[in-house]
Protein backbone atom coordinates (compact mmCIF):
# COMPACT_ATOMS: atom_id res chain seq x y z
CA UNK A 1 0.00 0.00 0.00
CA UNK A 2 1.74 3.67 -0.95
CA UNK A 3 0.61 6.63 -0.91
CA UNK A 4 0.56 9.52 -3.84
CA UNK A 5 -0.06 13.00 -4.00
CA UNK A 6 -3.46 14.59 -6.25
CA UNK A 7 -0.58 16.78 -7.98
CA UNK A 8 1.95 14.47 -8.79
CA UNK A 9 1.85 13.18 -12.60
CA UNK A 10 4.16 10.82 -12.15
CA UNK A 11 2.35 9.06 -9.20
CA UNK A 12 5.62 7.93 -7.08
CA UNK A 13 4.44 6.45 -4.15
CA UNK A 14 5.40 6.81 -0.17
CA UNK A 15 5.34 4.54 2.88
CA UNK A 16 2.04 5.49 5.10
CA UNK A 17 4.68 6.34 7.83
CA UNK A 18 5.87 8.98 5.41
CA UNK A 19 2.58 9.89 4.21
CA UNK A 20 1.58 10.47 8.13
CA UNK A 21 5.06 12.91 8.55
CA UNK A 22 4.14 14.46 5.75
CA UNK A 23 0.97 15.66 6.05
CA UNK A 24 0.94 18.05 2.84
CA UNK A 25 2.61 16.48 0.17
CA UNK A 26 5.92 18.71 -1.18
CA UNK A 27 4.06 19.88 -4.59
CA UNK A 28 1.37 20.89 -2.05
CA UNK A 29 -0.53 17.94 -2.85
CA UNK A 30 -2.64 15.49 -0.53
CA UNK A 31 -1.92 12.30 -0.41
CA UNK A 32 -3.97 9.19 -1.12
CA UNK A 33 -3.83 5.32 -1.06
CA UNK A 34 -2.66 4.11 -5.11
CA UNK A 35 -5.39 2.46 -4.91
CA UNK A 36 -8.65 1.19 -2.39
CA UNK A 37 -9.32 -1.91 -0.74
CA UNK A 38 -11.95 -3.78 -1.54
CA UNK A 39 -13.58 -4.80 0.98
CA UNK A 40 -17.18 -6.69 0.32
CA UNK A 41 -16.19 -10.13 1.38
CA UNK A 42 -15.45 -8.83 4.45
CA UNK A 43 -18.77 -7.17 5.67
CA UNK A 44 -20.29 -10.07 7.27
CA UNK A 45 -17.46 -11.02 9.23
CA UNK A 46 -16.90 -7.66 10.40
CA UNK A 47 -19.97 -6.80 11.44
CA UNK A 48 -19.76 -7.98 14.72
CA UNK A 49 -16.49 -6.59 15.61
CA UNK A 50 -15.85 -4.44 18.55
CA UNK A 51 -14.59 -0.94 17.73
CA UNK A 52 -11.28 -1.33 18.08
CA UNK A 53 -10.86 -4.81 16.22
CA UNK A 54 -12.94 -3.37 13.49
CA UNK A 55 -10.40 -0.31 13.78
CA UNK A 56 -7.84 -2.69 13.44
CA UNK A 57 -8.92 -4.52 10.65
CA UNK A 58 -9.43 -1.27 8.75
CA UNK A 59 -6.43 0.33 9.67
CA UNK A 60 -4.00 -2.63 9.27
CA UNK A 61 -4.95 -2.46 5.00
CA UNK A 62 -3.60 1.22 5.17
CA UNK A 63 -0.82 0.82 7.05
CA UNK A 64 1.18 -2.24 6.31
CA UNK A 65 4.50 -0.75 7.54
CA UNK A 66 3.19 -0.59 11.39
CA UNK A 67 3.85 -3.97 13.12
CA UNK A 68 0.69 -5.49 13.98
CA UNK A 69 0.98 -5.72 17.94
CA UNK A 70 1.81 -1.77 17.57
CA UNK A 71 -1.19 -1.01 15.97
CA UNK A 72 -2.97 -2.93 18.02
CA UNK A 73 -1.51 -0.78 20.77
CA UNK A 74 -2.30 2.57 19.22
CA UNK A 75 -5.94 1.23 19.00
CA UNK A 76 -6.39 0.28 22.09
CA UNK A 77 -4.78 3.32 24.14
CA UNK A 78 -6.85 5.59 21.24
CA UNK A 79 -9.63 4.78 21.48
CA UNK A 80 -9.49 3.60 25.88
CA UNK A 81 -9.86 7.81 26.14
CA UNK A 82 -13.10 7.59 25.29
CA UNK A 83 -16.00 7.81 28.00
CA UNK A 84 -17.96 5.14 26.19
CA UNK A 85 -17.55 1.51 25.46
CA UNK A 86 -18.87 1.62 22.42
CA UNK A 87 -16.58 4.50 22.02
CA UNK A 88 -18.90 5.85 18.86
CA UNK A 89 -22.52 4.36 20.43
CA UNK A 90 -25.84 4.97 17.99
CA UNK A 91 -28.86 5.90 19.35
CA UNK A 92 -32.07 6.03 17.66
CA UNK A 93 -33.68 9.35 17.98
CA UNK A 94 -37.22 10.15 16.18
CA UNK A 95 -36.85 9.24 12.10
CA UNK A 96 -32.96 8.60 12.59
CA UNK A 97 -30.31 6.99 14.20
CA UNK A 98 -27.91 9.59 15.62
CA UNK A 99 -24.17 8.54 15.90
CA UNK A 100 -22.52 9.85 18.76
CA UNK A 101 -18.98 10.75 18.02
CA UNK A 102 -18.30 13.45 21.10
CA UNK A 103 -17.53 10.50 23.53
CA UNK A 104 -13.96 11.61 23.60
CA UNK A 105 -12.09 13.75 25.53
CA UNK A 106 -12.70 16.87 24.24
CA UNK A 107 -16.35 16.44 23.44
CA UNK A 108 -15.87 16.62 19.68
CA UNK A 109 -15.61 14.34 16.69
CA UNK A 110 -11.69 15.75 15.88
CA UNK A 111 -10.97 13.38 18.96
CA UNK A 112 -11.40 10.31 17.07
CA UNK A 113 -8.79 11.30 15.16
CA UNK A 114 -6.65 13.13 16.94
CA UNK A 115 -6.34 10.76 19.89
CA UNK A 116 -5.35 8.15 16.63
CA UNK A 117 -2.99 10.81 15.52
CA UNK A 118 -1.31 11.05 18.90
CA UNK A 119 -0.20 7.58 19.66
CA UNK A 120 0.88 7.56 16.24
CA UNK A 121 3.55 9.77 16.17
CA UNK A 122 4.81 9.10 19.86
CA UNK A 123 4.98 5.59 18.09
CA UNK A 124 6.60 6.66 14.83
CA UNK A 125 9.47 9.39 16.88
CA UNK A 126 10.02 6.44 19.27
CA UNK A 127 10.94 4.10 16.55
CA UNK A 128 13.18 7.28 15.08
CA UNK A 129 14.41 8.72 18.24
CA UNK A 130 13.14 12.38 16.71
CA UNK A 131 11.09 14.94 18.22
CA UNK A 132 8.61 16.95 16.68
CA UNK A 133 7.13 20.88 17.53
CA UNK A 134 3.40 20.82 16.48
CA UNK A 135 2.41 23.97 15.50
CA UNK A 136 -1.36 24.33 14.37
CA UNK A 137 -4.40 27.35 14.44
CA UNK A 138 -7.29 26.88 15.40
CA UNK A 139 -10.46 29.01 15.79
CA UNK A 140 -12.07 26.51 18.32
CA UNK A 141 -12.07 23.10 18.28
CA UNK A 142 -9.31 21.58 16.63
CA UNK A 143 -6.93 23.08 18.89
CA UNK A 144 -8.25 21.18 22.34
CA UNK A 145 -8.51 17.96 20.44
CA UNK A 146 -4.92 18.12 19.32
CA UNK A 147 -3.38 19.41 22.79
CA UNK A 148 -5.04 16.79 24.00
CA UNK A 149 -4.00 14.29 21.48
CA UNK A 150 -0.21 14.94 22.18
CA UNK A 151 -0.42 16.25 26.15
CA UNK A 152 2.17 15.11 28.02
CA UNK A 153 4.53 12.75 25.48
CA UNK A 154 7.87 13.55 25.67
CA UNK A 155 9.26 14.14 22.26
CA UNK A 156 6.45 16.45 21.29
CA UNK A 157 5.50 19.99 21.89
CA UNK A 158 2.78 21.83 20.66
CA UNK A 159 2.25 25.22 20.15
CA UNK A 160 -1.59 26.22 19.15
CA UNK A 161 -2.62 29.98 18.34
CA UNK A 162 -5.84 31.17 18.80
CA UNK A 163 -7.05 34.69 17.71
CA UNK A 164 -6.79 36.14 21.31
CA UNK A 165 -10.65 37.45 22.72
CA UNK A 166 -12.11 35.75 19.84
CA UNK A 167 -13.38 32.45 20.50
CA UNK A 168 -15.62 31.18 22.98
CA UNK A 169 -14.97 30.96 26.51
CA UNK A 170 -15.81 27.27 26.82
CA UNK A 171 -13.31 26.61 24.03
CA UNK A 172 -10.45 28.66 25.50
CA UNK A 173 -10.34 27.12 28.75
CA UNK A 174 -10.54 23.64 26.96
CA UNK A 175 -6.92 24.49 25.59
CA UNK A 176 -5.58 26.76 28.01
CA UNK A 177 -6.35 24.53 31.70
CA UNK A 178 -3.97 22.07 29.67
CA UNK A 179 -0.65 23.05 31.95
CA UNK A 180 1.24 20.22 30.73
CA UNK A 181 5.13 21.48 30.08
CA UNK A 182 4.87 20.43 26.42
CA UNK A 183 1.93 21.95 25.91
CA UNK A 184 2.34 26.26 24.83
CA UNK A 185 -1.00 27.85 24.26
CA UNK A 186 -1.10 31.54 22.34
CA UNK A 187 -3.69 33.96 21.85
CA UNK A 188 -2.66 36.27 18.80
CA UNK A 189 -3.92 39.66 18.93
CA UNK A 190 -4.79 39.38 15.84
CA UNK A 191 -7.54 37.07 13.87
CA UNK A 192 -7.72 33.56 12.95
CA UNK A 193 -6.68 34.26 9.13
CA UNK A 194 -3.34 35.84 10.99
CA UNK A 195 -2.80 32.47 12.62
CA UNK A 196 -3.63 30.80 9.25
CA UNK A 197 -1.25 32.98 7.54
CA UNK A 198 1.81 33.06 10.43
CA UNK A 199 1.53 28.60 10.61
CA UNK A 200 1.72 28.90 6.65
CA UNK A 201 4.81 31.49 6.82
CA UNK A 202 6.69 29.20 9.87
CA UNK A 203 6.16 26.34 7.24
CA UNK A 204 7.51 28.41 4.35
CA UNK A 205 10.72 28.93 6.22
CA UNK A 206 12.24 25.62 4.96
CA UNK A 207 14.94 26.48 7.53
CA UNK A 208 13.05 26.98 10.47
CA UNK A 209 10.78 24.35 9.33
CA UNK A 210 13.48 22.12 9.29
CA UNK A 211 15.85 22.97 12.39
CA UNK A 212 13.10 22.92 14.32
CA UNK A 213 11.01 20.00 13.36
CA UNK A 214 7.92 21.59 12.77
CA UNK A 215 4.99 19.03 12.47
CA UNK A 216 1.51 19.79 11.09
CA UNK A 217 -1.91 18.03 12.89
CA UNK A 218 -4.30 19.57 10.14
CA UNK A 219 -7.30 17.93 8.30
CA UNK A 220 -5.30 16.87 5.46
CA UNK A 221 -3.24 14.24 7.56
CA UNK A 222 -4.36 11.02 5.86
CA UNK A 223 -4.42 9.54 9.20
CA UNK A 224 -7.13 11.09 10.00
CA UNK A 225 -9.19 10.40 7.11
CA UNK A 226 -8.12 6.95 7.77
CA UNK A 227 -9.29 6.64 11.76
CA UNK A 228 -12.83 8.41 10.32
CA UNK A 229 -13.72 5.76 8.14
CA UNK A 230 -13.83 3.33 11.04
CA UNK A 231 -17.48 4.42 12.54
CA UNK A 232 -18.60 4.40 9.10
CA UNK A 233 -18.53 1.31 9.20
CA UNK A 234 -19.51 0.51 12.99
CA UNK A 235 -22.64 2.50 12.64
CA UNK A 236 -23.49 1.21 8.88
CA UNK A 237 -23.40 -2.29 10.86
CA UNK A 238 -25.33 -1.52 13.48
CA UNK A 239 -28.32 0.16 11.68
CA UNK A 240 -28.51 -2.37 9.38
CA UNK A 241 -28.19 -5.42 12.00
CA UNK A 242 -31.44 -3.42 13.52
CA UNK A 243 -33.63 -2.62 10.53
CA UNK A 244 -33.10 -4.98 8.48
CA UNK A 245 -32.11 -2.96 5.21
CA UNK A 246 -29.30 -3.62 3.23
CA UNK A 247 -28.11 -0.21 2.83
CA UNK A 248 -28.19 3.90 4.55
CA UNK A 249 -27.66 7.19 4.08
CA UNK A 250 -25.15 9.50 6.21
CA UNK A 251 -25.85 13.27 7.20
CA UNK A 252 -22.58 14.89 7.84
CA UNK A 253 -22.60 18.47 9.18
CA UNK A 254 -19.12 19.81 6.70
CA UNK A 255 -16.30 21.98 7.02
CA UNK A 256 -12.84 21.20 5.40
CA UNK A 257 -14.71 17.50 3.82
CA UNK A 258 -12.45 15.83 6.17
CA UNK A 259 -15.72 14.07 7.63
CA UNK A 260 -17.67 13.40 5.03
CA UNK A 261 -14.87 12.33 2.55
CA UNK A 262 -14.23 9.56 4.84
CA UNK A 263 -17.37 8.32 4.58
CA UNK A 264 -16.67 8.18 0.85
CA UNK A 265 -14.16 6.40 1.31
CA UNK A 266 -15.91 3.81 3.27
CA UNK A 267 -18.29 3.09 0.13
CA UNK A 268 -15.67 2.98 -2.49
CA UNK A 269 -14.32 0.22 0.25
CA UNK A 270 -17.90 -1.69 -0.93
CA UNK A 271 -19.93 -0.38 2.79
CA UNK A 272 -23.22 0.06 1.13
CA UNK A 273 -23.82 3.85 1.75
CA UNK A 274 -26.89 4.81 -0.70
CA UNK A 275 -26.46 8.47 -0.13
CA UNK A 276 -24.00 10.73 1.65
CA UNK A 277 -25.62 14.03 2.23
CA UNK A 278 -23.45 16.72 2.56
CA UNK A 279 -25.01 19.49 5.16
CA UNK A 280 -23.90 23.53 5.04
CA UNK A 281 -24.71 26.18 7.44
CA UNK A 282 -24.77 29.63 5.34
CA UNK A 283 -21.38 28.72 4.51
CA UNK A 284 -22.62 26.84 1.65
CA UNK A 285 -19.00 26.57 -0.59
CA UNK A 286 -19.71 22.95 -0.85
CA UNK A 287 -23.67 23.11 -1.47
CA UNK A 288 -22.97 25.20 -4.23
CA UNK A 289 -21.00 23.16 -5.96
CA UNK A 290 -22.26 19.49 -5.73
CA UNK A 291 -25.66 21.58 -7.45
CA UNK A 292 -24.07 23.51 -10.02
CA UNK A 293 -20.19 22.01 -10.44
CA UNK A 294 -18.84 25.72 -9.71
CA UNK A 295 -16.59 25.87 -6.42
CA UNK A 296 -16.56 29.59 -5.88
CA UNK A 297 -15.18 31.39 -2.81
CA UNK A 298 -17.13 34.13 -0.74
CA UNK A 299 -16.81 36.15 2.36
CA UNK A 300 -16.48 33.73 5.58
CA UNK A 301 -20.22 34.54 7.89
CA UNK A 302 -20.14 33.75 11.62
CA UNK A 303 -22.72 31.25 12.64
CA UNK A 304 -23.85 29.42 15.45
CA UNK A 305 -21.91 25.82 14.38
CA UNK A 306 -18.26 27.78 13.90
CA UNK A 307 -16.79 24.75 12.81
CA UNK A 308 -18.40 24.80 8.97
CA UNK A 309 -17.39 28.38 9.09
CA UNK A 310 -15.13 27.71 6.02
CA UNK A 311 -15.16 29.14 2.29
CA UNK A 312 -11.91 27.09 1.43
CA UNK A 313 -12.86 23.21 1.87
CA UNK A 314 -8.89 21.70 2.83
CA UNK A 315 -9.88 18.24 1.98
CA UNK A 316 -12.13 18.41 -1.03
CA UNK A 317 -9.29 18.17 -3.45
CA UNK A 318 -8.73 14.74 -2.86
CA UNK A 319 -12.87 14.43 -3.79
CA UNK A 320 -11.71 16.29 -7.41
CA UNK A 321 -8.71 13.53 -7.43
CA UNK A 322 -11.37 10.93 -8.16
CA UNK A 323 -14.00 13.15 -9.80
CA UNK A 324 -11.19 13.74 -12.66
CA UNK A 325 -10.74 10.18 -12.70
CA UNK A 326 -7.34 9.99 -10.70
CA UNK A 327 -5.91 12.52 -13.11
CA UNK A 328 -3.49 14.52 -11.37
CA UNK A 329 -2.58 17.03 -14.34
CA UNK A 330 -6.63 17.76 -14.51
CA UNK A 331 -6.59 18.60 -10.45
CA UNK A 332 -3.16 20.86 -10.89
CA UNK A 333 -5.06 22.80 -13.24
CA UNK A 334 -8.30 22.91 -11.49
CA UNK A 335 -6.09 24.16 -8.40
CA UNK A 336 -4.17 26.75 -10.11
CA UNK A 337 -7.88 28.27 -11.57
CA UNK A 338 -8.74 28.61 -8.07
CA UNK A 339 -5.65 29.87 -6.82
CA UNK A 340 -5.56 32.60 -9.24
CA UNK A 341 -9.83 33.35 -9.50
CA UNK A 342 -11.49 32.10 -6.44
CA UNK A 343 -13.25 29.91 -8.40
CA UNK A 344 -13.25 26.15 -10.58
CA UNK A 345 -15.24 25.18 -12.85
CA UNK A 346 -16.19 21.70 -13.93
CA UNK A 347 -17.36 20.65 -17.77
CA UNK A 348 -20.03 18.62 -17.92
CA UNK A 349 -20.64 18.34 -14.25
CA UNK A 350 -21.55 14.86 -13.51
CA UNK A 351 -20.92 14.44 -9.32
CA UNK A 352 -21.22 10.58 -8.36
CA UNK A 353 -24.98 10.11 -7.39
CA UNK A 354 -23.83 9.34 -4.18
CA UNK A 355 -23.60 12.63 -2.81
CA UNK A 356 -26.58 15.03 -2.00
CA UNK A 357 -26.41 18.71 -0.64
CA UNK A 358 -28.39 21.29 0.86
CA UNK A 359 -28.11 23.91 3.55
CA UNK A 360 -29.55 24.57 6.59
CA UNK A 361 -29.65 28.32 7.97
CA UNK A 362 -29.70 29.82 11.48
CA UNK A 363 -33.48 29.74 12.23
CA UNK A 364 -33.50 26.03 10.74
CA UNK A 365 -31.24 25.11 12.79
CA UNK A 366 -32.72 26.91 16.19
CA UNK A 367 -36.07 25.43 15.48
CA UNK A 368 -34.45 21.84 14.58
CA UNK A 369 -32.81 21.59 18.25
CA UNK A 370 -35.67 23.02 19.60
CA UNK A 371 -37.84 20.11 18.13
CA UNK A 372 -36.06 17.76 18.93
CA UNK A 373 -35.58 18.59 22.41
CA UNK A 374 -39.50 18.91 22.77
CA UNK A 375 -40.13 15.86 20.69
CA UNK A 376 -37.44 13.48 21.68
CA UNK A 377 -36.07 14.57 24.69
CA UNK A 378 -32.84 14.59 22.68
CA UNK A 379 -30.05 17.44 22.92
CA UNK A 380 -28.43 18.25 19.58
CA UNK A 381 -25.29 20.62 19.33
CA UNK A 382 -26.14 23.31 16.53
CA UNK A 383 -23.03 21.38 13.58
CA UNK A 384 -25.29 17.96 14.57
CA UNK A 385 -28.56 20.34 14.30
CA UNK A 386 -27.29 21.36 11.06
CA UNK A 387 -26.82 17.68 9.22
CA UNK A 388 -30.28 16.47 11.20
CA UNK A 389 -32.28 19.73 9.70
CA UNK A 390 -30.60 18.74 6.26
CA UNK A 391 -31.71 15.09 6.36
CA UNK A 392 -35.18 15.46 6.56
CA UNK A 393 -35.25 16.00 2.61
CA UNK A 394 -33.88 13.09 2.45
CA UNK A 395 -35.63 10.65 4.42
CA UNK A 396 -35.86 7.19 2.81
CA UNK A 397 -37.66 3.89 3.44
CA UNK A 398 -35.10 1.58 2.05
CA UNK A 399 -32.13 3.09 3.29
CA UNK A 400 -31.86 4.48 7.00
CA UNK A 401 -30.74 7.63 7.88
CA UNK A 402 -27.26 7.67 10.36
CA UNK A 403 -26.75 11.98 11.54
CA UNK A 404 -23.34 12.29 12.51
CA UNK A 405 -23.78 14.04 15.94
CA UNK A 406 -20.00 16.10 16.15
CA UNK A 407 -19.65 17.48 19.06
CA UNK A 408 -21.96 17.66 22.56
CA UNK A 409 -24.36 20.20 23.10
CA UNK A 410 -22.39 21.35 26.48
CA UNK A 411 -19.51 22.85 24.05
CA UNK A 412 -22.48 25.37 22.40
CA UNK A 413 -24.76 25.91 25.57
CA UNK A 414 -25.34 29.77 23.98
CA UNK A 415 -26.93 28.12 21.12
CA UNK A 416 -28.96 25.69 23.05
CA UNK A 417 -30.24 28.74 25.34
CA UNK A 418 -31.46 30.72 22.48
CA UNK A 419 -32.99 27.44 20.97
CA UNK A 420 -34.78 25.86 24.27
CA UNK A 421 -34.85 29.17 26.30
CA UNK A 422 -33.23 26.56 28.81
CA UNK A 423 -29.46 26.31 30.51
CA UNK A 424 -29.94 22.31 29.84
CA UNK A 425 -26.65 21.98 27.94
CA UNK A 426 -24.36 20.40 30.64
CA UNK A 427 -20.98 18.18 31.05
CA UNK A 428 -19.24 17.30 34.11
CA UNK A 429 -15.91 18.08 31.81
CA UNK A 430 -16.87 21.42 30.76
CA UNK A 431 -18.55 22.74 34.14
CA UNK A 432 -15.32 21.50 35.71
CA UNK A 433 -13.14 23.96 33.73
CA UNK A 434 -14.78 27.52 35.33
CA UNK A 435 -12.46 26.87 38.50
CA UNK A 436 -8.87 25.46 36.59
CA UNK A 437 -6.63 27.59 36.81
CA UNK A 438 -4.90 28.75 33.09
CA UNK A 439 -1.97 29.44 31.19
CA UNK A 440 -1.64 31.00 27.85
CA UNK A 441 0.89 33.48 26.28
CA UNK A 442 -0.25 36.51 24.49
CA UNK A 443 1.69 37.72 21.62
CA UNK A 444 1.13 40.28 18.56
CA UNK A 445 0.51 38.58 15.22
CA UNK A 446 3.68 38.59 13.58
CA UNK A 447 5.43 35.22 12.54
CA UNK A 448 8.67 36.61 14.15
CA UNK A 449 7.60 37.26 17.37
CA UNK A 450 5.91 33.40 17.30
CA UNK A 451 9.16 32.26 15.86
CA UNK A 452 10.94 33.59 18.92
CA UNK A 453 8.42 32.09 21.12
CA UNK A 454 9.10 28.50 19.83
CA UNK A 455 12.77 28.84 19.70
CA UNK A 456 13.09 29.93 23.07
CA UNK A 457 10.78 27.27 24.58
CA UNK A 458 12.07 24.83 22.46
CA UNK A 459 15.71 26.03 23.17
CA UNK A 460 14.69 25.90 27.22
CA UNK A 461 14.20 22.26 26.76
C1 LIG B 1 -14.59 20.09 12.53
C2 LIG B 1 -16.04 19.96 12.82
C3 LIG B 1 -17.00 19.78 11.79
C4 LIG B 1 -16.63 19.76 10.32
O1 LIG B 1 -15.90 18.62 9.94
P1 LIG B 1 -15.03 18.64 8.58
O2 LIG B 1 -14.23 17.40 8.61
O3 LIG B 1 -14.17 19.88 8.67
O4 LIG B 1 -15.99 18.71 7.44
C5 LIG B 1 -18.33 19.63 12.16
N1 LIG B 1 -18.72 19.69 13.45
C6 LIG B 1 -17.84 19.87 14.46
C7 LIG B 1 -18.35 19.94 15.86
C8 LIG B 1 -16.47 20.01 14.19
O5 LIG B 1 -15.61 20.21 15.21
Sequence with gaps: MLYVSTRDKQQIGMSFKDAVLTGLARDGG???PAEIPQVNDRLDEWSSLTYSDLAYEIMRLYAPDIPSAALRSIIEKSYGAFRHDEVTPVVEVGPLSVLELFHGPTLAFKDVALQFLGNLFEFLLDQSESEMNIVVATSGDTGSAAIYGVRGRERIRIFV??????????????????LDANVFNIGLTGTFDDCQNIVKALFNDLEFRDRYK???VNSINWARVLAQIVYYFYA???????????????????GNFGDIFAGYMARRMGLPIDKL?????????????????????????????????????SNFERYLYYLSGEKAGCVCGWMEDFSKNGRLSIADFNPDGIFAASSGNTAATLATISRYWHDYAYLLDPHSAVGVEVASAFLSEQAPMIALATAHPAKFDDAIRQATGEDIAHHVVIDALEDMPARKEILPAESTAVAEFIRRRIEAG
Design 161 to 178: MHPNGKISPVQERQMTSV
Design 214 to 216: LGA
Design 277 to 313: ILASNENDILTRFFNSGEYITGEVVQTLSPSMDIQVA
Design 236 to 254: AFRVMDNSGADKVRFTVPT
Design 30 to 32: LLL
